[in-house]
């Protein structure tokens, strides 16, 4: 299992439920990414889509315990309701394919468990509220790649790519 965010230069990852930038070369990464592969997130990071709908081409696995099945059946996603239950239905794909897109309490509960993260870096201050781990400052994460510098949309971005050094299984 792999995650992905971006952040900001405190490694802050939300503002108010809401992404800090917009960032296309991001958005355009993450698509490419996790297009036809699983994501799994929470309950708030569900509802922050558009109508609240799951992402199309993808597998949503949604961890909640207030969504109602109805609301899954609907809208075409996978309800889980406990951290077994979601680690019984990630063990029915490839780790490769599984993709952690939030939100904080999920990304924090998952990273032991994560093999990499994908990380971009913004060089900004978004006013965070809500962050992610440093991992620079992590000893289990190495930073293995990172991109040049690029600009977007009046931001520099690195694109990063870190590996777990203590692999927890499930």
């Known amino acids: 299992m792999q995650a992905i965010l971006h952040c900001d230069n405190k490694w802050g990852i939300g503002k108010n439920g809401t992404l800090m930038f917009s960032i296309p070369k991001d958005m355009k990464f993450f698509r490419a990414t996790t297009l036809n592969k699983v994501v799994v997130m929470g309950a708030r990071t569900l509802d922050s889509f558009p109508n ?17 099945q109805k609301r899954a059946q609907e809208d075409d996603f996978i309800l889980v309701r406990s951290m077994e239950d979601l680690f019984a239905e990630i063990r ?26 994908l990380v971009t870096k913004v060089d900004a201050d978004g006013g965070a509220d809500t ?13 293995t790649e990172e991109s040049e510098a690029e600009e ?6 690195r694109f990063c790519t870190y590996e777990n050094q203590n692999l927890k299984s499930f």
Not at 131 to 143: P, Q
């Open 131 to 143: 962050f992610f781990t440093n991992l620079d400052l992590d000893g289990s994460w190495k930073l």
């Open 52 to 68: 609240g709908k799951p992402l199309k081409k993808r597998v949503n696995i949604v961890l909640s315990t207030t969504i109602d």
């Open 92 to 117: 029915k794909y490839k780790e490769d394919e599984v993709f952690v897109i939030g939100g904080a309490k999920l990304y924090k509960a998952l990273l032991p468990y994560t093999s990499k993260v």
């Open 152 to 157: 977007d949309n009046g931001y520099t971005i």
